[in-house]
């Protein structure tokens, strides 16, 4: 590979065959060294099929992967330097907390009280210590994600992988546990391969983030390029609040692309690379991306009605109904009320978008 | 108030439940009463009795099973008493048979047992249908066949001879081994059923947790695999080793005069007019003592980790 050091994990041209289902198609993707690396996408897609594929549980149908520029595909599971917190923990019954931390030691050959210091030391980074002796039973289901995790980091392997780790907990622990994980991982320094079908989780911790659906890689980038720059419609409509615009690129000049919405509107946005004139594609504009005033500010504001005013804490979502019939929804943020009016439900809006809001979709 | 009402509801409903659950339990006491332990009081009682020549008891209290069990008192029973080997050594052959058998029906019955635990699971049905087949026939019937196939002139020896594998019949009926191999044969299900039953219970997701933490197949299958299913392997040691020892038909069958176990000598007390109903009695409460100290032994610590989960 290009540099040993710098490439984690590679997959090349990676394809899994079920009978005949396929459940991934030629997923090929780099994962670097030291990355927080999150696999994104809705129930079924095949997260845990790849990740299972890295961890060595399940073989390629097609494809290779290397970890760290060594060919690690044909290796069992127990020879990969990898090592998995599993979505529902598969903790040991029989043993204590310390033993589960400590068997991957043994298992590398360790001495037994090598193994049961380092494992200590695992159980106070995740802060566990009193609770060394217990049975996984014992446990909260809080507790007990923090012993996987202590469990999969003790042998220091080179890429941890986490399949949904933190679902079953609730959503005040789970905040809690996403920074501490962030933590842990720039503290360690290895590479966390993170599965999960929650955006807003994906977007909060990862340096990048693969989107997938069924089976097939989507985007590829940091949070924000996939937020602000989905590719296609299904990257814009499941990470964040969307509105999908039916346009016909009319026009493209210099990677521009003119988008005509209706008879009155139409919109310049970066072209995407397979687009052709006629073609009948997609725009997406994100709510907090738009301004509602009460008369027409610019040639290009929408008329509408505000048809329900939503209060969600620090935001109020408006969603207005446009002349054409389709629904646009706005999100103002709360701390901008003073300038910005909220407009009663019934009322006519214009919706402005800002410049550079809009973003032409490839399907 | 209402949630007064509530609780007082909650506790009758659970006083109902304790009263129902008291009377629902009677009829399995009886049945254990009756059919369990009144038996073993009746061979305690008669353990302890005179025998009557042609079989059965007279009513008067004696050691004389026991001491015939341990000592031997010379031919006219006055002699001083040295100690009896003849029923210890049918005892310690007992134990090493059936714990033989025990082993070996691990051994076999293990890797079975896994094997349909880990076959798709609409084909696991089939699997146990097609174990527990040959046990649809008389235990009695399959252990005079098993002779029949384990003879001299017999299907297997024509087999090894028309092979030239040997030159001579295998001399296998009337010896230990073919004790052995009736023992092995027929409880072998007991091994395999309850392993079966909880290696099917067995979450794989820890075996692939093991692997993951760089432990061979050996390795996971000693430190997690086995102590997860170790309720099921401890109850089909019991299950082959506790009928193994008491078995009678295999070691008459198979074994011949020379290698008697207890179950025949029991057998024998109680059988026609020439047994001794109080040695058989006593013969079977040491047997029955024996079982209880090896089952307590095994068990202990099984219901110290039951606790502990
Ligand atoms: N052993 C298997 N045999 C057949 N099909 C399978 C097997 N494992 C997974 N699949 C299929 O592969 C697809 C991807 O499954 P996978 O478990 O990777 O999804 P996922 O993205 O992890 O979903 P979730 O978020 O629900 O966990 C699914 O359609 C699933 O039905
Ligand atoms: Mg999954």
């Not at chain 1, 964040?240 to 039916?246: I, S």
């Not at chain 2, 176990?261 to 001794?276: D, P, T, Y």
Request: aromatic residues 10%.
């Amino acid at each position: 590979m290009k540099d040993k050091t710098d490439i984690a994990v590679e997959i090349q041209a990676a394809v899994k065959r079920y009978g005949n289902f396929t459940a991934l198609h030629r997923i090929s993707l780099s994962i670097r060294d030291n990355e927080f690396f999150t696999l994104l996408g809705p129930s079924g897609c095949g997260k845990t099929t790849l990740l299972r594929l890295i961890a060595g549980f399940e073989d390629v149908s097609e494809g290779q992967i290397y970890l760290f520029g060594d060919e690690i595909d044909t290796l069992p599971p127990h020879k990969r330097s990898v090592n998995t917190v599993f979505q529902n923990y598969a903790l040991f019954p029989h043993m204590s907390v310390l033993q589960n931390v400590a068997f991957g030691l043994e298992m590398q050959g360790k001495s037994l009280s090598k193994a049961r210091k380092r494992a200590g030391e695992m159980l106070e980074l995740v802060q566990l210590s009193q609770y060394a002796n217990r049975k996984p039973a014992q446990m909260s289901g809080g507790q007990q994600q923090r012993v996987a995790l202590a469990r999969a980091l003790a042998p220091q392997p080179k890429v941890l992988l986490l399949d949904e780790p933190l679902s079953a907990l609730d959503l005040k622990l789970r905040k809690a546990m996403q920074l501490e994980l962030k933590h842990i991982q720039r503290e360690t320094g290895i590479t966390f391969i993170f599965v999960t079908h929650d955006q807003e989780e994906a977007l909060t911790m990862s340096d990048r983030i693969a989107v997938m659906s069924n089976g097939a890689l989507q985007q590829l980038g940091a949070p924000r390029d996939i937020y602000e720059q989905p590719h296609n419609m299904f990257v814009a409509d499941f990470i964040g609040d969307t509105n999908l615009l039916e346009v016909t690129v009319e026009a493209i000049s210099d990677g521009d692309a003119k988008c005509r919405i209706d008879d009155s509107h139409a919109l310049i946005c970066p072209a995407v690379e397979t687009v052709v004139v006629g073609a009948r594609l997609h725009l997406s504009i994100r709510p907090e991306r738009m301004i509602l005033t009460e008369e027409a500010n610019a040639n290009q504001s929408f008329k509408g009605t505000v048809v329900e005013n939503i209060f969600i804490g620090t935001d109020i979502t408006t969603i207005v109904k446009l002349e054409t019939g389709s629904q646009i929804t706005v999100r103002t943020s709360n701390s901008d009320r003073g300038s910005k009016r909220i407009i009663d439900v019934g009322h006519d809006a214009f919706v402005n978008m800002e410049v550079g809001a809009a973003r032409l979709l490839a399907d | 108030m209402a949630s007064g009402n509530g609780t007082t509801g909650g506790s009758s409903t659970t006083d109902v439940y304790n009263k129902a659950r008291h009377w629902l339990l009677m009829p399995s006491w009886a049945i254990l009463g009756t059919f369990v332990l009144a038996p073993v009081c009746v061979m305690l009682i008669y353990s302890f009795l005179t025998k009557e020549f042609r079989g059965g008891v007279i009513w008067d209290f004696s050691l004389a099973a026991y001491d015939q069990f341990f000592f031997d008192r010379g031919l006219f029973g006055d002699g001083d008493p040295t100690l009896q080997w003849t029923y210890i050594t049918i005892f310690w052959r007992s134990i090493w048979q059936a714990g033989l058998a025990t082993v070996l029906a691990l051994l076999i019955g293990f890797p079975t047992a896994y094997y349909i635990a880990t076959r798709p699971e609409n084909t696991r049905a089939l699997w146990v249908f097609l174990i527990t087949i040959p046990y649809w026939v008389n235990l009695l019937i399959r252990t005079v066949s098993m002779k029949f196939l384990l003879r001299d002139e017999g299907p297997l020896n024509d087999l090894l001879m028309s092979t030239g594998l040997v030159d001579d019949p295998l001399r296998i009926i009337n010896t230990n081994l073919a004790v052995q191999l009736g023992l092995f044969y027929s409880y072998l299900p007991f091994m395999v059923l309850p392993i079966y039953a909880s290696v099917e219970r067995y979450n794989f997701t820890m075996s692939e947790a093991a692997a993951d933490l760089y432990a061979s197949k050996w390795n996971t299958l000693r430190r997690i695999v086995l102590p997860a299913v170790k309720p099921g392997v401890v109850a089909g040691c019991i299950l082959v080793f506790v009928p193994s020892l008491g078995a009678f038909l295999a070691p008459d069958l198979l074994g011949g005069a020379k290698n008697f176990m207890i179950g025949s000598l029991i057998e024998e007390q109680f059988k026609g007019n020439a047994g001794n109903w109080p040695f058989g009695a006593a013969a079977s409460m040491i047997l029955l003592t024996l079982v209880m100290s090896v089952l307590l032994i095994i068990a202990r610590p099984q219901r110290s980790a039951g606790a502990k989960i």
